[in-house]
């Protein structure tokens, strides 16, 4: 009797342990990690009925064509998951989300078009992904983020056309990569691509594949050599006059700043205007041909050629006015704060003799690669002259103080 109980505990413990679908046959490895091998049975979805301590789950080249959230739901503990050369086209989100020990993730050859990247945060431990022959057209630029232990990543023969910079960042431990047979567009979107590969220690195997479909001037060339005269990132200087002649009364005084950019391609001109009581962004010019505003910002005059003009302008319109120079290799600002006060004497001679200069010492307030893209410490401070006879009882109180007073209070910090 005491033997045969003894055999029942046994098989009470172990049994769990073993648990094994069917169609798959499973087998304790001499490290101790539980096989489930389940590949070439023709299942259509993952079997049920696998034991929790399955660390190794191979459904390579069967006929699955879908992941549900608790898909995996049965074998927390796997490190190996191996799902290569099925019909996957739908994985929804949360499949691989609690497979907190995953080591290995096999997916390539499949149908996948969209992946729930999310997915990705809590596999820190993630070393290989193979994601290679599916059919996805993007990525995340933030989905690899949390692979810190990340070393091999396999992304060839998709369906990419391009890589948000900064993709491969963040992947400390990343030593192979592949994303050759994609159909990229080598527009100035990818050129970072190639500034990467020209200092990253990864090797980036089979990079002569790595290849420009379009545009049709590079296509066939290789992402690597895409010119560098080609993607030039954007510089941007800012100037600025104000009528000073036509301050007799308040109502008379225009702001114009001009914002001239280059670069390549062609950089694309944004404001961003920030007072005390109101925040304002301007993407493009609001002021068409025939001179009709388009936009609601009908305050703030945005022509094609990059000037804005600010009618009427008041101590409601003092703040920050920021200008951005935007294109595909990236975006550079220079701002200008502004603000209105009033002297005794008459500023004739301030920007009369040089209409387009940054600051008072009569140098342009400019800002392009070498420059800190924030901005910040580069601002400049405006002080317009305003007569007594302001109509605003607050301007007037300001007319009091000495110019140079103002000046030495509001601090004004140059352009480099």
């Known amino acids: 009797m005491r033997p045969l109980l003894c055999c029942l505990v046994l098989a009470a413990l172990l049994g769990p342990c073993l648990a094994c679908p069917s169609p798959c046959s499973c087998s304790t490895k001499k490290n101790g990690r539980l096989l489930a091998e389940c590949a070439y049975k023709d299942l259509q979805e993952v079997p049920e009925g696998l034991s929790s301590n399955v660390t190794i789950l191979t459904l390579s080249a069967n006929r699955i064509g879908w992941l549900g959230q608790g898909s995996f739901a049965e074998v927390p503990e796997v490190q190996s998951l191996w799902l290569g050369y099925n019909q996957i086209g739908v994985v929804e989100p949360g499949a691989f989300a609690l497979l907190v020990h995953l080591k290995n993730l096999d997916l ?112 066939g060339r290789a992402v690597t050599d895409i010119p560098d005269h080609h993607c030039v990132a954007p510089s941007v200087q800012l100037t600025y006059l104000s009528n000073l002649d036509n301050t007799v009364m308040y109502d008379g005084l225009t702001l114009t700043l001009h914002c001239s950019v280059a670069g390549s391609p062609p950089p694309e001109i944004r404001w961003k205007i920030q007072t005390s009581g109101r925040r304002v962004e301007i993407n493009g010019p609001n002021v068409a041909r025939d001179g009709n505003v388009k936009q609601s910002q009908e305050h703030f005059l945005v022509f094609k050629n990059g000037t804005m003009a600010i009618p009427n302008f008041s101590k409601e319109d003092e703040g920050t006015y920021t200008c951005l120079a935007v294109n595909d290799v990236g975006t550079r600002d220079v701002s200008v704060n502004v603000a209105l006060a009033g002297s005794e004497n008459p500023a004739e001679d301030l920007l009369r003799d040089d209409p387009h200069a940054g600051h008072f010492g009569g140098r342009s307030c400019y800002k392009g690669d070498e420059m800190d893209p924030s901005g910040a410490g580069e601002k400049l401070v405006i002080v317009y002259h305003m007569p007594r006879e302001s109509k605003s009882g607050a301007v007037g109180a300001v007319s009091q103080v000495p110019l140079g007073t103002l000046l030495l209070a509001l601090g004004i910090v140059l352009c480099w």
Not at 129 to 134: F, G, I, R, S, V
Not at 192 to 209: A, D, P
């Open 108 to 219: 390539s050859h499949n149908k996948i078009t969209d992946f729930p990247w999310q997915d990705l945060r809590n596999l820190s431990g993630l070393q290989i992904l193979k994601m290679n022959n599916n059919r996805l057209a993007g990525l995340s630029r933030d989905a690899f983020r949390s692979l810190k232990d990340l070393r091999s990543l396999w992304l060839n023969d998709n369906e990419l056309t391009t890589l948000a910079e900064g993709t491969f960042d963040n992947l400390p431990s990343l030593s192979q990569l592949q994303i050759f047979n994609n159909p990229f567009n080598c527009s100035c979107k990818v050129f970072w691509l190639k500034k990467w590969t020209e200092r990253t220690s990864v090797s980036i195997t089979k990079g002569g594949s790595t290849l420009c479909v379009a545009p049709a001037r590079l296509k």
